[in-house]
Nanobody
Framework: VQLQASGGGLVQPGGSLRLSCTASGLTLNYYHVGWFRQAPGKEREGVSC????????YYVESVKGRFTISRDGAKNTVYLQIDSLKPEDTAVYYC????????????????WGQGTQVTVSS
């Protein structure tokens, strides 16, 4: 079982990226999926989560109005659209999945992917 986050890169402030979370060895459609990020020297923080139904559950205050979580059942993929990027959004972004509920706590998830680096710099 493996999750994979992709879509990161180097962007200028104000730019956009779309991160994708895919899975092998499990049907991601059955899982609630969270996005997390970890900046250098900081703890990993929950950014957003989406129910397996497709309903977004929460966004951390610092990204409200700029980030949008969604999922495509046909592609078994969860997305994080990140707009109006700021330097403080620079971090490694991870996706995680679990069967029972959405949470902003890392301890709530038992399936994690390798992260994708997002760097916001001019």
């Amino acid at each position: 079982v493996q999750l994979q986050a992709s879509g990161g890169g180097l962007v200028q402030p104000g730019g956009s990226l779309r991160l994708s979370c895919t899975a092998s060895g499990l049907t991601l459609n059955y899982y609630h999926v969270g996005w997390f990020r970890q900046a250098p020297g900081k703890e990993r923080e929950g950014v957003s989560c989406v129910y397996n139904s497709g309903k977004p559950v929460y966004y951390v205050e610092s990204v409200k109005g700029r980030f949008t979580i969604s999922r495509d059942g046909a592609k078994n993929t969860v997305y994080l659209q990140i707009d109006s990027l700021k330097p403080e959004d620079t971090a490694v972004y991870y996706c995680a999945a679990q069967r029972y509920y959405c949470s902003s706590r890392t301890q709530a998830y038992d399936k994690w992917g390798q992260g994708t680096q997002v760097t916001v710099s001019s």
